[in-house]
Every structure is written in structure tokens, then in C-alpha cells.
């Protein structure tokens, strides 16, 4: 698997980025192809994973939402969103769906949603340092016959 191209973007941890990253990633995806519902379903799970780190990394100011994607000749597309914010002391209960620590009205199923509409997710954090949220997936190219 090689890397066919790269692109790094960041931006502040301000709501009304969360539909810029969307469409950037989206932009990004276009030289494999994807189908309309290949790109929805990336544009769904960044927006989760980009809502996560301005809402939750950054409770109490602003920071810096990284988003690092690649290209794979084997068509995969590999977003890593990145924060360096306050970090999640225990990712498995804050995978469990309906799980949230928001004192507002978050329905807590931002990485069931991710890990619906990709073929893998992973995340790393580290308390008072960050987090980093990896989604991978493999885009069908039907004219191929490969994923």
C-alpha cells in the first residue's frame, strides 16, 4: 500500500468549522472515486470525530483541531483527527454508545456513529494532552472490481 497523496489542515476549535473540515475531507476524497453514499459516510463520521474535539478536548477556550488525511493506491482513505486538548481518561467507556460527559443535550453516540459509517476506527489519548482519532475506509472501485 502506498501513499498517493497528503494533505494536513487545521483550523480553531470553533463550531462553524465542524462543516468546512467536512467538505475539505470530502473535496480531498474525490481522486478514488467515491460513490455519493462512500462521501456521506465520510462526511458523517468526520463531522463526529471534529464535533468531538471542539465540544469535549476544549470545554473552556479554543484550541487547534488537526486533520491529517491519506490516500492509498489500494483506495483507502485515512483521516487522522487530532487534538491537543484535555484528553479521555477512559476511551472504552467513552466508545460505549449513549456514554457522554456533556451537561447538555449530546446524545453520546458520536464513535457509533464513526465505527458505523467506516470500516475502522481508533483512538489514542492521552489526559491534559490530546487526542487522536484515526478512521479508515476503503472506498469500492466498482470499474476495478477492488475495495
Known sequence: MNIINNMKLSFISKSVNESFARSAVAAFLLPLDPTVAEIA???TAVSEAVTNAIVHAYPEQFGTVYIDMRLTDTGRAIIKIRDKGIGIPDIEKAMEPLYTT???????????????FTDRVRVRSTVGKGTTVTLEKNIIRSAHGKK
Open 41 to 43: 459516510d465520510i462526511k
Open 102 to 116: 456533556s451537561t447538555d443535550e449530546r446524545a453520546g453516540l458520536g464513535f457509533a456513529v464513526m465505527q458505523s
